[in-house]
């Protein structure tokens, strides 16, 4: 970063610190060890060091009821993966009761500061499972979620379209809260699980003391095929692949693929505020944040320098499009203030 982009956000900085040293915002997130709760931390942090604001986190939520808590001005900032600001757009899905005017009106409140890949939505199993691949779940138990959200309605989308098999019928789903994740994962209670994975992912290291593990790439035809662009095609899902070799596992772990490449869903997001935020706020909290994208989040986590922070191409953030929210405009301002070019469509 030049001398000149680090001297004007310092400047940013230190006109916000003089303006909100006293601000006290809210924010909501999942679990702390992943990129959501890492971020959202992470802010806190750095929006405390730069005398921006004192933000209360509270982790483990429900990302759906956070969104919501933020377009209704309960909430200050959380964590959103982008299928929810567009199904809330409509009043579908987990919104549905709200209806779809209510559901316009709510998601018109919502701006993002910044972009990440959430996660990679994929399959994994304990090798004593005797499960050989996305052949062999008709009949099983998959854990696929929490009760309610976008990670529960991508892993019935994901399994639909590599297998044709549905919840309920080809397969029995349990979900669990993300609290209880990592109990259930090895407690026997599914014989598989499809559920968001970082690489290395801390939930299938942490299982590992329960036996070995193989995770399983989406076969390739499929995720080249027409239905896996259907899904796509939807807000907050990208095609994400990897080389196995980077994926950062030394042991107890398999990943099956047809070559040396992992192929997943990539589910991204951002940390979204209300559009009534104060703009010289959301300047300053994006500016404390990309002014520590290297020395604060690269340091929390291993699979954190691959979650796309600081990445402002459409391509990975899957902003424009169908994609309803549009940057805040102090976030703007902090970007290009910073030597970001963002697209016009996302502004």
Same mark, same amino acid.
């Given at each position: 970063?030049?001398?000149?982009?680090?001297?004007? /956000?310092?400047?940013?900085?230190?006109?916000?610190? &003089?303006?909100?040293?006293?601000?006290?915002?809210?924010?909501? !997130?999942?679990?702390?060890?992943?990129?959501?709760?890492?971020?959202?931390?992470?802010? &806190?942090?750095?929006?405390?060091?730069?005398?921006?604001?004192?933000?209360?986190?509270?982790?483990? $939520?429900?990302? #759906?009821?956070?969104?919501?808590?933020?377009?209704?001005?309960?909430?200050?900032? *959380?964590?959103?993966?982008?299928?929810?600001?567009?199904?809330?757009?409509?009043?579908?899905?987990?919104?549905?009761?709200?209806?779809?005017?209510? @559901?316009?009106?709510?998601?018109?409140?919502?701006?993002?500061?910044?972009?990440?890949?959430?996660?990679? $939505?994929?399959?994994?199993?304990?090798?004593?499972?005797?499960?050989? @691949?996305?052949?062999?779940?008709?009949? %099983?138990?998959?854990?696929?979620?929490?009760?309610?959200? *976008?990670?529960?309605?991508?892993?019935?989308?994901?399994?639909?379209?590599? #297998?044709?098999?549905?919840?309920?019928? @080809?397969?029995?789903?349990? $979900?669990?809260?993300?609290?209880?994740?990592?109990? !259930?994962? $090895?407690?026997?209670?599914? +014989? *598989?699980?499809?559920?968001?994975?970082?690489?290395?992912?801390?939930?299938?290291?942490?299982?590992?003391?329960?036996? +070995?593990?193989? /995770?399983?790439?989406?076969?390739?035809?499929?995720?080249?095929?027409?239905?896996?662009?259907?899904?796509?095609?939807?807000?907050?899902?990208?095609?994400?692949?990897?080389? /196995?070799?980077?994926?950062?596992?030394?042991?107890?772990?398999?990943?099956? &693929?047809?070559?040396?490449?992992?192929?997943?869903?990539?589910?991204?997001?951002?940390?979204?505020?209300?559009?009534?935020?104060?703009?010289?706020?959301? %300047?300053?909290?994006?500016?404390?944040?990309?002014?520590?994208?290297?020395?604060?989040?690269?340091?929390?986590?291993?699979?954190?320098?691959?979650?796309?922070?600081?990445?402002?191409?459409?391509?990975?953030? +899957?902003?424009?499009?169908?994609?309803?929210? %549009?940057?805040?405009?102090?976030?703007?301002?902090?970007?290009?203030?910073?030597?970001? *070019?963002?697209?016009?469509?996302?502004?």
């Amino acid at each position: 970063m030049s001398r000149t982009i680090i001297a004007g /956000i310092s400047a940013a900085l230190c006109v916000a610190s &003089s303006l909100h040293a006293q601000t006290i915002l809210t924010a909501e !997130t999942s679990s702390p060890n992943t990129a959501p709760g890492i971020s959202i931390i992470s802010l &806190s942090e750095a929006a405390a060091k730069a005398g921006v604001a004192d933000i209360q986190v509270t982790s483990g $939520q429900t990302l #759906t009821n956070s969104v919501q808590n933020v377009a209704e001005g309960n909430t200050d900032i *959380a964590a959103a993966p982008f299928i929810l600001p567009f199904l809330l757009s409509r009043g579908v899905g987990p919104y549905a009761g709200l209806g779809a005017e209510e @559901g316009a009106d709510l998601a018109s409140n919502l701006a993002v500061l910044y972009t990440y890949r959430i996660s990679a $939505q994929g399959l994994f199993a304990y090798d004593s499972s005797n499960i050989d @691949g996305w052949n062999g779940l008709e009949g %099983k138990t998959l854990l696929n979620g929490p009760p309610r959200g *976008a990670a529960l309605t991508n892993a019935r989308l994901l399994v639909q379209t590599v #297998t044709g098999l549905e919840d309920g019928t @080809g397969y029995t789903g349990i $979900q669990v809260n993300w609290g209880q994740m990592q109990s !259930t994962i $090895q407690d026997g209670s599914a +014989d *598989a699980f499809v559920v968001p994975l970082d690489f290395p992912d801390p939930r299938v290291s942490a299982a590992l003391s329960s036996g +070995d593990m193989t /995770i399983f790439s989406m076969p390739r035809d499929t995720f080249e095929g027409e239905g896996f662009q259907k899904i796509t095609g939807l807000p907050g899902t990208v095609a994400f692949s990897m080389p /196995i070799a980077d994926m950062g596992y030394t042991g107890g772990v398999t990943v099956v &693929s047809e070559d040396e490449t992992y192929r997943s869903p990539g589910t991204v997001g951002g940390d979204i505020v209300n559009v009534n935020m104060d703009f010289d706020l959301a %300047k300053a909290l994006t500016a404390a944040f990309i002014e520590n994208i290297e020395s604060i989040y690269f340091a929390k986590a291993p699979f954190m320098p691959s979650v796309w922070h600081g990445e402002t191409d459409t391509e990975l953030t +899957d902003m424009c499009g169908p994609n309803p929210i %549009k940057y805040h405009p102090g976030a703007v301002a902090a970007w290009e203030e910073a030597g970001y *070019a963002l697209p016009d469509c996302a502004k």
